[in-house]
């Protein structure tokens, strides 16, 4: 049952009391000093339904009131902003991640550089060569070849390191978003498990790609490395210039 204040109990029982002296009004009958009550029921009825009527247009107005106080404090409650954010914790992870791809070894994520260097160690091969540059470059793409795996190795263990953080906050988002009190808190609480799911994809992508870019250096490394044996090769069946048969002195 709706309790209402005590001023509107009040206005009640003053429209009764005004509506039944109107029923019950004296009448002069008689000489000044004799009264007599006269009773009229139908006055009487319709006093006591004129003041329920009002009472409950009262009554009506005070649940308005009501319910617009609770439409309100809704509103609120769905304005009310996120007292948690993720944001820095994500932007330091990514930024992490970046920083490991921008310290790749000898031949980085870059088209320009990719292109001059496998034109440079991968493509120069000739008959030409020197075996002391042969051998030079050789090194060289093995150095190349390592440091790719370091790299991919150096990426890997930086995503992973982002797994303690990512839980942390991931948990942190998933209470907030279903403590929320308001539309607000739950719209900004998934927005931010979706910035934070990104930035696991995009460790997921930095993965790949450094595993990409070691396969790739060390099957270039092979396919050069079997150019290089079929030019040695050739230039050592080559007459003249090949192996040169002579005498060999082993004992005194």
Known sequence: MTRFPARFASASMLAFSLAVPAA??????????????????????????????????????????????????????NLES???????????????????????????FDVNQIDQAFQQDYGGLSLSTSDAQLVADARSRWETTVGGLQDAMRVQAGVVGNIDANRTEMSALVDESQNAVGALQATQAGNQLLALQSQQLSDL???????????????????????????????????????????????N
């Open 82 to 108: 996120l007292p948690h954010s993720s944001l820095q914790q994500i932007q330091q992870n990514v930024q992490r991640t970046r920083q490991l791809l921008d310290q790749a070894q000898s031949i980085a």
């Open 24 to 77: 019950l009004s004296p009448i002069l009958t008689g000489p000044a000093h004799a009264w007599r009550i006269v009773y009229d029921p139908s006055n009487y009825a319709q006093n006591v339904l004129t003041a329920a009527r009002t009472l409950e247009q009262i009554n009506n107005q005070i649940q308005s009131l009501q319910n617009e106080a609770q439409m309100l404090i809704n509103q609120a409650r």
């Open 205 to 251: 992508i930095a993965v790949m790609s450094a595993n990409g870019r070691a396969d790739a250096l060390l099957e270039a490394d092979r396919a050069t490395a079997a150019e290089q044996g079929r030019i040695q090769r050739e230039r050592f069946l080559t007459p003249g210039s090949g192996y040169q048969p002579g005498s060999a002195r082993m004992f």
